[in-house]
């Protein structure tokens, strides 16, 4: 079964859809939570679970190599088959990612190539998109980009506020991640010459 290790700073809304997945029928489980910050509360909700959880806390005068570093090694502890990041906060060096390409996954709230880096739901309202969404993705070292695997779309409403549309979100994020951690327990889903692929055959919206 697929060791699946959530990396997280803070609410954890994700890894709970992702814990709730973890089902007979799922060939995986959580073995692990590593969080940047000690208050997230998601590592309250891996407690309720009972799943191993660290802290890699980033340290004043340390380094992005420092650090990653002792990520890396908390990381391995855990022998993850598969990584996901489920609102991890920090950038992670193209060394750390290397190492894990194609065995890490992001979920991040926007319909990507749109709105790579922070507040992505202000843009999409200050922009007067008409639809946002969320974007789960293989990882690669340039920031946001690596292939698209599953997006899920919602509309944007004329009387919607960052926090109404994020809700909309998220909502959209919880069903859409387990699907595709589901996949690659299954072994169903790889990256291959830089693209995503389910079952043979290259997916997403640049496939
Ligand atoms: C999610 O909306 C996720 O898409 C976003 O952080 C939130 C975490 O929520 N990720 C990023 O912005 C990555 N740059 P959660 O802690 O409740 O899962």
Not at 164 to 179: D, F, G, K, N
Not at 190 to 199: E, H, I, R, T
């Amino acid at each position: 079964s697929c060791r699946i290790l959530v990396m997280i700073s803070g609410n954890g809304s994700n890894l709970q859809a992702v814990i709730d997945s973890c089902d007979s029928k799922m060939p995986g489980r959580v073995v692990g939570v590593i969080s940047n910050k000690a208050d997230a509360y998601g590592l309250i909700r891996a407690h309720h679970a009972e799943i191993d959880t660290s802290c890699v806390i980033a340290r004043k005068e340390e380094s992005r190599a420092q650090y990653d570093a002792r990520l890396q090694a908390a990381i391995d502890r855990y022998q993850p088959d598969l990584i996901v990041l489920a609102g991890f906060m920090r950038i992670l060096s193209d060394e750390l990612v290397s190492r894990y390409q194609g065995k890490m996954l992001n979920i991040h709230p926007s319909l990507l190539p749109k709105y790579p880096g922070l507040d992505t739901h202000k843009r999409a309202i200050e922009a007067g998109d008409s639809e946002h969404g969320a974007s789960v993705h293989f990882v690669i070292p340039a920031l946001d980009s690596g292939p698209v695997i599953l997006q899920a779309k919602v509309p944007v409403f004329a009387d919607d506020t960052v926090a109404t549309l994020a809700a909309r979100v998220h909502e959209q994020e919880h069903a859409i991640y387990p699907i595709v951690v589901r996949w690659f327990c299954q072994g169903r889903l790889k990256m291959v010459d830089g693209k995503a692929w389910l079952d043979d055959e290259a997916i997403g919206p640049n496939g």
